[in-house]
T-cell receptor
């Protein structure tokens, strides 16, 4: 079984400042990692994913994340945020075996608040 | 290209009643997963369907059941509703070959009173 810890429930940031949202995971097997964004009253949209290869992955809307196996982390970063980035961000993990039938395990989310 | 659609958008039910939620997957997708998202929490995996069979199930009681139809659409049924079943129910679809790459619908907000 896997688990995900998002270390900050809320992150306030000024517009055009950089941001990092932290995610740590626990698993006894190799994993795939994901970041999703959820805007108010909407479903989840995939920002980026790590399956294998380069540990630095780039996603949509200028976001990127770095997989660190030794620290079991997958932190999300953006160099300059906009008001439109205000949303809930979820880190998720699934086992890379088992055919993906296990579903995704999500963290509790981090609310990113952009201040003008 | 139609994305994942869910119906209804909102639903209010009374304790003890039964509810059915519906999901149409993204065009071409053959696998459907259901998640429950309680207020202020991340989504929790309920189960996944492929070829009309339940492939895997999360830690949810038998009151939660599902079905997948030949056209890959799916239903989630919840019996004997409890107040704690109030949540946003999300459907996600994917290809069997890449089941981790899930596309989510907008969800159905269920309120149990």
């Amino acid at each position: 079984a896997q688990s995900v810890t998002q270390l900050d429930s809320q992150v306030p940031v000024f517009e055009e400042a950089p941001v990092e949202l932290r995610c740590n995971y626990s698993s006894s097997v190799s994993v795939y990692l994901f970041w999703y964004v959820q805007y108010p009253n909407q479903g989840l949209q995939l920002l980026l994913k790590y399956l294998s290869g380069s540990t630095l992955v780039k996603g949509i809307n200028g976001f990127e994340a770095e997989f660190n196996k030794s620290q079991t982390s997958f932190h999300l970063r953006k160099p300059s945020v906009h008001i439109s980035d205000t949303a809930e961000y979820f880190c998720a993990v699934t086992s890379d075996s088992g055919g993906g039938a296990d579903g995704l395990t999500f963290g509790k989310g981090t609310h990113l608040i952009i201040q003008p | 290209d139609a994305g994942v659609t869910q119906s209804p958008t909102h639903l209010i039910k009374t304790r003890g009643q039964q509810v059915t939620l519906r999901c149409s997957p993204k065009s071409g997708h053959d696998t459907v997963s259901w998640y429950q998202q309680a207020l202020g929490q991340g989504p929790q995996f309920i189960f996944q369907y492929y070829e009309e069979e339940e492939r895997q199930r999360g830690n949810f009681p038998d009151r939660f059941s599902g079905h997948q139809f030949p056209n890959y659409s799916s239903e989630l049924n919840v019996n004997a509703l409890l107040l704690g079943d109030s949540a946003l129910y999300l459907c996600a679809s994917s290809f069997l070959a890449t089941p981790w790459e899930q596309y989510f619908g907008p969800g159905t907000r269920l309120t149990v009173t």
